[in-house]
């Protein structure tokens, strides 16, 4: 296990991220929840909560943790949408006293291995709720991340190929809906407009889930 990216490593960095304006929610939301009706959600790993703001503004009930007290500080004086419940923890450690009808995840870097986060996580989604995990393609040249721009790339720190993630959901426990990877408009940076390629994967646990 790694400690690159600990506690220390990510209050540095939101403090250092602190000139920049915050970066709106990705578009995976929109594309992959629109049909889902709102329930309770936690956002593994929430940074400065942009995620966390639209999943309350669309009406779920969110818990938003993170590893940094700097990014949840900031992220609750901004946050302009009620019902979110900000929680500091460290993602690898925690663990929720329930389920959740939804489970997101944005760009997470754990100290753990990338797939064993994820099935980590996982086991939070409650039976018939949806598991949306979106990170970096990590054959993509450049930069890393949306909200995480400065980040290095680094091999515990790296989603891995759609397919290797479908290999972390058991197949009689989930149903995959989507597993792509897709370009996302980053916006202008240094002069020059940055397009990111992200792994992309919603999963439907079955209603019979453990």
Excluded at 12 to 37: G, I, K, N
Excluded at 42 to 55: H, K, N, T
Excluded at 169 to 174: A, K, Y
Aim: aromatic residues 8%.
């Amino acid at each position: 296990m790694s400690e690159r990216f600990d506690a220390g490593y990510w209050e540095d960095h939101w403090v250092q991220a602190s000139s920049r304006a915050p970066l709106p929610a990705h578009p995976a939301l929109a594309a992959e929840l629109s049909t889902l009706t709102p329930g309770s959600a936690l956002d593994a790993g929430s940074g400065e909560g942009a995620e966390a703001v639209w999943l309350a503004r669309h009406g779920w009930a969110v818990t938003a943790v993170d590893i940094s007290a700097t990014a949840l500080a900031r992220a609750a004086a901004a946050a302009d949408a009620p019902g979110i419940d900000w929680v500091q923890a460290d993602l690898t450690r925690w663990e929720p006293d329930r389920h959740y009808d939804l489970v997101t995840t944005f760009y997470a870097h754990p100290t753990m291995g990338q797939e064993a986060f994820y099935h980590r996580i996982s086991r939070w989604v409650a039976p018939g709720g949806t598991l949306l995990l979106v990170g970096h393609d990590h054959h993509a040249p450049g930069h890393h991340g949306h909200g995480h721009h400065d980040v290095p790339a680094h091999p515990e720190g790296s989603v891995t190929a759609p397919e290797r993630i479908r290999w972390v959901l058991d197949p009689g426990e989930w149903t995959i809906r989507t597993a792509e990877v897709r370009e996302c408009d980053a916006g202008v940076h240094g002069g020059h407009r940055m397009l990111l390629r992200d792994v992309v994967v919603r999963a439907e646990r079955t209603a019979s889930g453990a």
